[in-house]
């Protein structure tokens, strides 16, 4: 063998080495970022999890021994209003519920697993409007009725 085709098969070999360390970095780069995402999926399931346990007690409460009854007594005409909010809470708890079997990925439920960050943003607002519209509405019945009470 020539030292000229020895030469030549040595940068094949040294190409090759280089190409798989290159190759190697990005796959070192590739898997740690695919954990932080793993990871970061994880944690948003758990924080749904939660934040779903949280509103189904919360949405109890305001339908059994919250407001909604003593509103609905002081201000009958209210009760339409009420029924809205009660009626909102069901829809909040259905799209949770769809969006929770969507993330786990089960391919089950009803919302493609893309969709379910968009699902989960839109219902985070629409709560914030839905919050603030108990709100005002308990701030206008019981501070007005003691108003006028007193
Ligand atoms: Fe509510
Ligand atoms: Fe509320």
Do not use: W
């Not at 021994?65 to 708890?93: D, I, N, Q, Y």
């Amino acid at each position: 063998m020539s030292m000229a085709v020895v030469e030549e098969y040595r940068e094949v070999a040294n190409r090759a080495r280089e190409e798989h360390e290159m190759l190697q970095a990005c796959t070192r780069r590739l898997l740690q970022t695919l954990e932080e995402a793993e990871r970061a999926h994880h944690a948003l399931v758990e924080e749904t999890d939660s934040f779903r346990t949280a509103l189904l007690e919360h949405t109890r409460f305001e339908e059994e021994g919250g407001f909604m009854k003593p509103v609905v007594e002081l201000r009958p005409t209210l009760s339409p209003k009420v029924e809205k909010l009660r009626e909102e809470h069901r829809a909040h708890r259905k799209i949770l519920d769809d969006v929770l079997t969507a993330l786990r990925g089960s391919g089950l439920g009803p919302m493609e697993s893309s969709k379910a960050p968009a699902a989960l943003r839109s219902l985070i607002e629409a709560l914030i409007r839905h919050e603030e519209e108990e709100n005002s509405l308990v701030l206008g019945v019981f501070c007005d009725d003691v108003g006028t009470k007193d």
